[in-house]
């Protein structure tokens, strides 16, 4: 087995110089002097903002002062509830999506089954199939499409056969 060899290393970093106890004493009182000086300025709280005292408008609210709303102090048979804004019922989707998402829907496909069949739905069931069909012809206005595509598209191919078998010279 090999021993060890005491390579030299690389020097290490040489002893600090110790400090003098003046120079520790001054550090001391610049440490002191720092920390004296931190925070707020006395009464800064109650004061606020002396410059802005002008222009009520632009000034900051005071957010230490509660809410206006009156709270009922006596027994009341109704609770007390906060006026909510109406909530969209979906985000908002692209009309390719959108469509996607009527296209594939149970309760529309089930209704127009039961339509098909010959069976009458309630008054209720009915105007919300129009207005799923009436979204549905909207949807496809803007997006450029149409019921009949593929048969204009078979009846299109069908003509531009004829018309190459006539320029050809053919049947």
């Given at each position: ?10 020097k290490a ?5 110790r400090k003098t106890?003046e ?6 009182r610049?440490r002191?002097r ?7 300025q006395?009464?800064?709280r109650?004061?606020g ?6 222009n009520?408008?632009?000034q ?16 009341t048979d ?17 009309p390719?999506a959108?469509?996607e998402?009527?296209e ?16 009458a ?7 919300w ?6 979204r549905?012809?909207e949807l496809?206005q803007?997006l ?8 204009d598209d078979?009846e ?10 006539l320029?050809?010279g053919g049947n």
């Amino acid at each position: 087995m090999k021993k060890p060899t005491s390579a030299p290393r690389s020097k290490a970093p040489g002893k600090a110089r110790r400090k003098t106890r003046e120079e520790l004493n001054q550090e001391g009182r610049d440490r002191k002097r720092q920390k004296k000086h931190r925070g707020h300025q006395p009464g800064s709280r109650a004061n606020g903002d002396v410059a802005g005292a002008g222009n009520k408008q632009g000034q900051k609210k005071d957010p230490r002062i509660g809410s206006k709303t009156p709270i009922p102090l006596g027994v009341t048979d109704s609770p007390v509830t906060r006026p909510q804004k109406p909530k969209s019922e979906k985000p908002m989707l692209s009309p390719q999506a959108e469509l996607e998402l009527l296209e594939n829907d149970e309760r529309l496909d089930a209704l127009l089954e039961r339509l098909e069949e010959g069976e009458a739905l309630s008054a209720e069931d009915q105007s919300w199939v129009d207005a799923k069909l009436d979204r549905i012809d909207e949807l496809m206005q803007q997006l450029g499409l149409s019921y009949d595509d593929d048969e204009d598209d078979e009846e299109e191919n069908a003509r531009q056969d004829d018309l190459m078998r006539l320029l050809k010279g053919g049947n």
